[in-house]
């Protein structure tokens, strides 16, 4: 599975599993929102899940603004690792 193999990732970093951290919240969502994403492909006018895209995205925006102020080496090598374009982050 994917968040096994993540955390994994995470663990040998940091030498513990916490899937509450920072960083494995941020991969779950950039996961869900790749999901849905390939969701909108086939469903364009599912307007609930697009509003459920729309908060996982304030809530991924917001931990990585957080991130960014606590640990800005981490935030960087997220950011590069998911590729995720800093131009969605304020």
């Known amino acids: 599975m994917v968040k096994n193999s993540f955390l994994r990732v995470i663990s040998q970093e940091k030498k513990d599993e916490n899937p509450g951290s920072v960083e494995f919240q941020v ?3 950039t996961n869900k929102i790749r999901k849905l994403t390939s969701h909108f492909e086939l469903h364009r006018k599912d307007y609930l ?4 895209l729309r908060k996982i995205l304030g809530k991924r925006q917001r931990l990585l603004s957080y ?3 606590k640990n800005p080496v981490s935030y ?3 950011v590069n690792q998911f590729d ?3 131009s969605q982050i304020r």
């Not at 899940?49 to 459920?52: E, I, L, T």
């Open 27 to 29: 991969f779950h969502f």
């Open 49 to 52: 899940s697009q509003r459920g």
């Open 67 to 69: 991130l960014s102020r």
């Open 76 to 78: 960087k090598k997220l």
């Open 84 to 86: 995720i374009r800093e």
